[in-house]
């Protein structure tokens, strides 16, 4: 797993910050060709967090589509701080 993404992923989730901002959704991020948009979305279902990417390249971003609450709250989680259409991946440079 990418332990960066994960964090943010964290991150937004905890209400802590707004998304996740990733360079190049397409990147590899393991040898199985895993990619990270693919790693992102398993981070934020993990969490309870159903989300759909949209647009094209820097225009791409991830929103929250749907929220397992039992989930979420089993993990400690607060749903309250995310809506649904909230965007929690946005496609940026990083620097």
């Known amino acids: 797993m990418n332990t960066i993404s994960t964090l943010a992923v964290s991150s937004v989730v905890q209400g802590l910050q ?28 993990d969490q309870g967090i159903e989300i759909e990417f949209s647009g094209k390249g820097a225009y791409e971003k991830g929103v929250v589509i749907d929220m397992d609450t039992d989930r979420m ?14 965007t929690v991946v946005r496609v940026e440079a990083i620097s």
């Open 73 to 86: 709250q089993e993990l400690g989680l607060d749903p309250d701080l995310l809506r649904f259409g909230q």
């Open 18 to 45: 707004k998304y996740v901002p990733v360079p190049d959704l397409d990147a590899n991020i393991d040898q199985t060709g895993t990619t990270q948009r693919d790693h992102l979305r398993q981070a934020f279902f």
